[in-house]
């Protein structure tokens, strides 16, 4: 490792050498305004985690984000319960679990509001010969958004974000086996405003925390499901969306729990449960005229939005398990959930799985309804993206859109479990060829392994049904 802001510093080689200087020097600005003493750095794993370290700030500013820092690839060998899976090429025993680096991004640095004196910065993670770990999910993206500016665009989104509050701490939950758990708020009350007051407390101590930290928020309000929120976060560019939505998920679980509640992004955490979801609003813009809305002509959606739109529809079914990545994804997509089963789309039709808006150019975009809240944010984008330029690069054409139900005579069936998911991505030459053989035969482990350990467990509903009747 050489020491140089070009190959592991700052931005990952991505500023010049003067642009990091300064980014350094507007870090200790920071430092110095929000009194910071403790540095947070880290990166996503395969699952959306944040994984990294505490440092004191001096150490963060004279050696960190000048070097990075190494972390095993441990990291990307874990399941989500830590559980080793020596079932890769990139992390395992053959490699003797070797350093990895983590390389701050000085772009993502912001003060942690809900932790005073501490600042937090992502990461993208390089070998140690400053190469690319092609299994993290932000090295994913990157690749992705520099695909879409080869071809002259930059793609935006916005994400909703759905998850369930509960008057629980994990301890309470765990001695509960997260059954039976007591709703932030009972009943259903969808859009209702004495609900959220009710809950104000701490809806509005996490969106005065995001604005705090630089994830713009939209919109908060009540939903389907007992203690179900939706907190809505402002459209950016895909690298900084995805940034801004690892950091919410975190910030929303720390700041429930200090107002006593516990946060869940699970895709369903009950049968009797409304789930919960992630709807990605995509738009996109020439780089070369960035104030227009490449989605529109004039006179409604453009050529590229219907490519767009093909795109993402052609790619659905191999790119599901990037959508839906768990077992427990797909016990939220079933008929008349709200939640897609086919690859359909349709104008303002909230039953189909792209939701295209365009009366016009400032609200002109489609929505991606198919990733659940516990989707990746890095890889649901990449998948967002891939579709698109896939849509663009073949000239697609979408189908006809679906008028009405779009659960009634559903063609274009996707994936309904994540082993089917599985398969489908492992099949798939169109996801090999968008994110190269590397990260698809890690992320096609990861997946089998957790369908795997599914496969093997007793559950409680078994129990119950079968246990003294046969």
Same mark, same amino acid.
């Given at each position: 490792?050489?020491?140089?802001?070009?190959?592991?510093?700052v931005?990952?080689?991505?500023?010049?050498?003067?642009?990091?200087?300064a980014a350094?020097?507007?870090?200790?600005?920071?430092?110095?305004?929000h009194?910071i003493t403790?540095v947070?750095?880290?990166?996503?794993?395969?699952?959306?985690?944040l994984?990294?370290k505490?440092?004191p700030?001096?150490?963060f500013?004279?050696?960190i984000?000048?070097?990075?820092?190494t972390?095993?690839?441990i990291?990307?060998?874990?399941?989500?319960e830590?559980t080793?899976m020596?079932?890769y090429t /990139?992390? *395992?025993?053959?490699?003797?679990?070797s350093?990895v680096?983590? $390389? +701050?991004? !000085?772009?993502t640095?912001?003060p942690?509001?809900?932790?005073?004196g501490?600042?937090l910065?992502l990461c993208?993670?390089?070998?140690t010969d400053?190469?690319q770990?092609?299994?993290?999910?932000?090295?994913v993206?990157?690749?992705?958004?520099a695909r879409a500016?080869?071809?002259?665009?930059?793609?935006t989104?916005?994400?909703?974000?759905?998850?369930y509050l509960?008057r629980?701490?994990?301890?309470?939950?765990?001695?509960k086996?997260y059954?039976n758990l007591?709703?932030?708020?009972p009943?259903?009350a969808t859009?209702s405003l004495?609900r959220?007051?009710?809950l104000e407390e /701490?809806? *509005?101590a996490?969106?005065?925390?995001?604005r705090?930290?630089d $994830? +713009?928020i !939209?919109a908060?309000?009540?939903e389907y499901?007992?203690?179900?929120?939706e907190?809505?976060?402002e459209?950016?560019?895909?690298?900084t969306?995805a940034?801004?939505v690892?950091?919410?998920?975190?910030?929303?679980r720390?700041?429930?729990e200090q107002h006593?509640?516990?946060a869940t992004?699970m895709?369903?955490?009950a049968?009797?449960?409304a789930?919960?979801s992630?709807?990605i609003?995509q738009?996109?813009?020439?780089?070369d005229s960035?104030?227009?809305?490449?989605m529109?002509?004039?006179d409604?959606?453009?050529?590229?939005m219907?490519?767009?739109?093909a795109?993402?529809?052609?790619?659905?079914?191999?790119f599901?398990?990037?959508?839906c990545?768990t $077992?427990?994804?797909?016990k939220?997509?079933v008929?008349g959930?709200w939640?897609?089963v086919?690859?359909?789309w349709g104008?303002d039709?909230?039953?189909?799985?792209?939701?295209?808006i365009?009366?016009d150019e400032?609200?002109?975009?489609?929505?991606?309804?198919?990733?659940?809240a516990?989707?990746n944010?890095?890889l649901?984008?990449s998948?967002c993206v891939?579709g698109i330029?896939?849509g663009?690069?073949?000239?697609l054409q979408?189908?006809?859109p679906?008028v009405?139900n779009?659960?009634?005579?559903a063609?274009?069936?996707l994936?309904?479990?994540?082993?089917?998911?599985?398969?489908?991505?492992?099949?798939s030459?169109l996801a090999?060829?968008?994110?190269?053989?590397?990260f698809v035969?890690?992320?096609?482990a990861s997946?089998?392994?957790e369908?795997d350990?599914h496969?093997e467990?007793v559950s409680?509903?078994?129990?119950?049904?079968y246990?003294?009747?046969?």
């Amino acid at each position: 490792m050489t020491d140089t802001w070009t190959t592991t510093g700052v931005t990952n080689g991505r500023v010049t050498n003067d642009e990091a200087h300064a980014a350094v020097a507007a870090a200790r600005a920071l430092f110095d305004q929000h009194r910071i003493t403790t540095v947070q750095f880290g990166m996503t794993d395969i699952d959306g985690q944040l994984r990294g370290k505490f440092v004191p700030a001096e150490v963060f500013l004279d050696s960190i984000v000048r070097r990075g820092s190494t972390i095993p690839n441990i990291v990307f060998g874990w399941d989500i319960e830590d559980t080793l899976m020596d079932c890769y090429t /990139v992390s *395992g025993w053959q490699t003797g679990y070797s350093d990895v680096v983590l $390389v +701050p991004d !000085l772009a993502t640095l912001r003060p942690v509001p809900w932790e005073p004196g501490h600042a937090l910065v992502l990461c993208d993670v390089v070998n140690t010969d400053g190469s690319q770990v092609a299994v993290s999910p932000r090295t994913v993206l990157v690749e992705q958004a520099a695909r879409a500016a080869a071809l002259g665009y930059r793609v935006t989104a916005g994400y909703e974000l759905e998850f369930y509050l509960f008057r629980e701490t994990p301890e309470s939950a765990a001695a509960k086996g997260y059954r039976n758990l007591t709703p932030a708020a009972p009943g259903h009350a969808t859009f209702s405003l004495n609900r959220h007051s009710a809950l104000e407390e /701490v809806i *509005g101590a996490i969106r005065e925390g995001m604005r705090a930290c630089d $994830v +713009p928020i !939209l919109a908060s309000n009540a939903e389907y499901g007992a203690g179900q929120l939706e907190i809505n976060i402002e459209h950016a560019d895909v690298l900084t969306t995805a940034d801004r939505v690892a950091i919410y998920k975190n910030g929303v679980r720390r700041i429930a729990e200090q107002h006593g509640y516990l946060a869940t992004f699970m895709a369903k955490v009950a049968t009797e449960s409304a789930g919960s979801s992630a709807h990605i609003h995509q738009s996109m813009q020439r780089i070369d005229s960035p104030a227009r809305n490449a989605m529109w002509d004039g006179d409604g959606p453009s050529a590229l939005m219907r490519h767009a739109v093909a795109g993402q529809l052609a790619s659905m079914r191999d790119f599901t398990v990037l959508y839906c990545p768990t $077992v427990n994804s797909y016990k939220r997509r079933v008929p008349g959930s709200w939640s897609p089963v086919s690859a359909a789309w349709g104008t303002d039709n909230r039953t189909a799985a792209l939701r295209v808006i365009a009366a016009d150019e400032p609200t002109c975009r489609m929505e991606n309804r198919l990733p659940g809240a516990d989707a990746n944010p890095y890889l649901a984008l990449s998948a967002c993206v891939a579709g698109i330029l896939h849509g663009i690069d073949n000239d697609l054409q979408p189908p006809a859109p679906v008028v009405g139900n779009a659960y009634e005579g559903a063609e274009a069936a996707l994936p309904c479990s994540l082993a089917e998911a599985v398969d489908a991505f492992g099949r798939s030459g169109l996801a090999r060829a968008a994110f190269g053989d590397t990260f698809v035969e890690h992320y096609l482990a990861s997946r089998q392994w957790e369908r795997d350990r599914h496969r093997e467990a007793v559950s409680d509903w078994e129990n119950g049904r079968y246990f003294s009747r046969v």
